[in-house]
């Protein structure tokens, strides 16, 4: 079995679809934290409803190193294969980096590496004005750069001519959550 922890700042769609795999026994996996950077994230709540332990750690007036010392502190605290960043609005030190080197893994909502470096709705929001015909969502290993880990896997889907930022978000956050349980599902048998 596959122990994760995620980290995020958001609503956490992605993780439902994880949730939803492995209570239907599709995944080999559990979640044994979450833990978010921002109070009122409904990640949060998203895991509490499903009764998985969650923490919200402050990162006012700490560096990133600092920060993630502290998240370090309590992933340690488990016997994580997987750390997941699901909409995790920070920038991850060579503290987690190097303690979880190849064990991190986030999603980027575009075919890397276009559009790399934004985030949620502005990725979207680039690619339709840079009138792009497809799209999609990358899993990708992190590393201390941006966007720029090794890639696991791409899933494509075509942009609409009247595509908006939303049904654009739409369309890629269902393509997250399914490439999410592929690379883990890949992972647990040791095929990446």
Same mark, same amino acid.
């Given at each position: 079995?596959? #122990?994760?922890?995620?980290?995020?700042?958001?609503?956490?769609?992605?993780? !439902?679809?994880i949730i939803d795999a492995i209570e239907s026994k599709k995944l080999d996996a559990q979640i044994d934290i979450v833990i978010s950077n921002k109070p009122d994230a409904y990640i949060?709540?998203?895991?509490?409803? #499903? *009764?998985?332990?969650?923490l919200y750690i402050d990162a006012s007036g700490k560096t990133r190193e600092e920060y993630d010392k502290l998240v370090l502190k309590e992933l340690k605290k488990f016997k994580i294969n997987l750390v997941l960043l699901i909409g995790y609005m920070r920038i991850v030190s060579g503290?987690?980096?190097?303690?979880?080197?190849?064990?991190?893994?986030n999603v980027h909502p575009s075919?890397?590496?276009a559009f790399a470096g934004g985030m949620d709705k502005n990725v979207h929001a680039e690619v339709l004005k840079a009138g792009v015909k497809n799209t999609g969502c990358?899993? #990708?290993?992190?590393?201390? *750069?941006?966007?720029?880990?090794r890639v696991l896997l791409k899933k494509k889907c075509k942009v609409a001519p009247d595509e908006t930022v939303e049904t654009l978000k739409a369309k890629v956050q269902k393509l997250e959550g399914e490439a999410f349980?592929?690379?883990? !599902?890949?992972?647990?048998k040791k095929l990446i």
């Open positions: 079995m596959m #122990h994760l922890a995620v980290l995020g700042s958001t609503r956490g769609t992605d993780m !439902q679809a949060l709540e998203r895991a509490t409803k #499903h *009764g998985i332990k969650n503290v987690l980096v190097y303690a979880y080197k190849d064990k991190i893994l075919l890397l590496p990358t899993i #990708h290993y992190v590393d201390e *750069g941006v966007d720029t880990g349980i592929e690379v883990i !599902q890949m992972l647990n």
